[in-house]
């Protein structure tokens, strides 16, 4: 199994750019990296997926380096409302083998004023 | 919108009594997921189904049991609960089109075995 290792809290202010390390050094070829938000008292929700350099969407960027044993979730310019639990996720290809779905442990973001 | 809707947010069972956890999803999806979260484990995966009547074990299956007879709806059972099962449940749901699966997270139900 690609387990999944990220830092357990992460502290940030208002505006700051903020980046979340995952390694996954088990990763295998077909797999994907997911990153899911959770806010309390609710399910995680998909964040941005990709399988290696970076990608970017209206929420986050991820960079992925050439040997995909770790991948980092970039959050430009939080807010108070990004104050959540962050999930690195291992994702087989096309949903084969979901056997091999390994969430991180998270990270938990505080924002602060 | 896609909607995950588990029938309980919070339920409390005694030990040794059977505990029927359900969860419907609204689009139609192939994929359906159990998940038991608890602090510093993360999320770990019970069980899983591709499709109607089909079911696969995922990390940590002993101690349940599953059900998708409808292919909206898919329930996790405990066949005697037991405290150490005293856990936050997510169901989740994916269709994946795609190159790989994004999965829709239900509100969760937070089970405590007295």
């Known amino acids: 199994l690609a387990k999944t290792t990220q830092p357990i809290s992460m502290d940030s202010y208002e505006g700051q750019e903020v980046n979340i390390t995952c390694s996954h050094n088990?990763?295998?070829?077909?797999?994907?990296i997911t990153w899911y938000q959770q806010f309390p008292s609710q399910g995680p929700r998909f964040i941005i997926q990709?399988?290696?350099t970076k990608v970017t969407n209206e929420v986050a960027s991820l960079f992925i380096p050439a040997d995909r044993k770790s991948s980092t979730l970039s959050l430009p310019r939080v807010s108070l409302s990004d104050t959540a639990v962050y999930y690195c996720?291992?994702?087989?290809?096309?949903?084969?083998?979901?056997?091999?779905?390994?969430f991180g442990t998270g990270t938990r973001l505080l924002v602060s004023p | 919108d896609v909607k995950v809707t588990q029938s309980s947010r919070y339920l409390v069972k005694r030990t040794g009594e059977k505990v029927f956890l359900e969860c419907v999803q609204d689009?139609?999806?192939?994929?359906m997921f159990w998940y038991r979260q608890d602090p510093g484990l993360g999320l770990r995966l019970i069980y899983f189904?591709?499709?109607?009547?089909?079911?696969e074990k995922g990390d940590i299956p002993e101690g349940y049991s599953v059900s998708r007879e409808k292919k909206e709806r898919f329930s996790l059972i405990l066949e005697s609960a037991s405290t150490n099962q005293t856990s936050m449940y997510l169901c989740?749901?994916?269709?994946?089109?795609?190159?790989?699966?994004?999965?829709?997270f239900g509100p969760g139900t937070r089970l405590t075995v007295l």
């Open positions: 989740a749901s994916s269709f994946p089109p795609q190159l790989s699966d994004t999965q829709y």
């Open positions: 088990n990763i295998a070829t077909n797999d994907y």
């Open positions: 990709g399988y290696k």
């Open positions: 996720l291992v994702d087989p290809w096309r949903g084969t083998g979901f056997q091999k779905l390994v």
């Open positions: 689009m139609d999806h192939e994929n």
């Open positions: 189904s591709y499709d109607v009547k089909m079911k």
